[in-house]
């Protein structure tokens, strides 16, 4: 599959910005992750992931390691309502997804959606080519926001990875090819 280049990315993110500012809550503002977020950072991932949440140490070492890829989304009071997190290869222009959501309170607004677009021209703009991910294939709403935004899965097996998370934690990877040489370049 063509990777969908990012000009077209970020039409449909202001399609979706468009829909953000007619909810009746004010769109939370996309930006990058600080140290001073952790704590709450910690707070929303295990409001949504649960037993699956990052140990605060790891997410304090991922900050570390990933903080140009680190995205929030700050709803203006100091409480944060969704998050991106991608990591990137040392020794290779390949990067991974490795956390993604939007409280349920702020879903389907487009939001999710405007993480991803704005995590992906970055690590365009820094000379990734491939970015992958892996989802819980039940995962519908995940799976759907990959499959627009241009991803598909990685063979073998159309990308499924039994136990890839341990035994019964089913995963399917996906992956986005970047063309960092479309005409045009990637917009900052
Ligand atoms: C996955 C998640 C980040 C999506 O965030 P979101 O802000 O609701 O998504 P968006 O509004 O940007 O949706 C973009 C597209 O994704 C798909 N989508 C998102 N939620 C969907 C749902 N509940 N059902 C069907 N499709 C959905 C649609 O294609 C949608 O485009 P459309 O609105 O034009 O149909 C959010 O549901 C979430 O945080 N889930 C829990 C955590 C999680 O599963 N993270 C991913 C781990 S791999």
Redesign the pocket.
């Known amino acids: 599959m063509t990777a969908e280049p990012p000009e077209r990315f970020m039409d449909r993110h202001d399609r979706?910005t468009g829909r953000v500012s007619r909810s009746d809550s004010p769109s939370p503002v996309l930006r990058a992750a600080r140290a001073s977020d952790l704590s709450e950072l910690r707070r929303l991932d295990e409001e949504?992931?649960q037993d699956f949440a990052y140990p605060g140490f790891l997410l304090r070492q991922l900050f570390d390691m990933y903080e140009e890829h680190f995205l929030v989304l700050d709803d203006g009071t100091g409480r944060l309502c969704?998050y991106v997190l991608a990591a990137t290869r040392a020794l290779g222009p390949d990067g991974w997804?490795l956390?993604?959501?939007?409280?349920?309170d702020?879903?389907?607004?487009?939001?999710?959606?405007?993480?991803?677009t704005e995590v992906l021209v970055r690590l365009r703009r820094d000379g990734i080519r491939v970015v992958r991910?892996?989802?819980?294939p039940a995962?519908?709403?995940?799976v759907?926001?990959?499959?627009?935004l241009g991803f598909h899965p990685e063979e073998p097996d159309d990308g499924l990875r039994p136990d890839y998370f341990g035994p019964g934690m089913h995963r399917q990877v996906m992956r986005l090819d970047l063309n960092v040489d479309l005409p045009g370049g990637a917009p900052s």
């Open positions: 979706f949504v992931f969704g997804i956390g993604l959501c939007v409280t349920e702020r879903r389907r607004r487009g939001l999710g959606w405007k993480l991803m991910l892996t989802v819980e995962n519908l709403a995940a759907l926001l990959y499959r627009g």
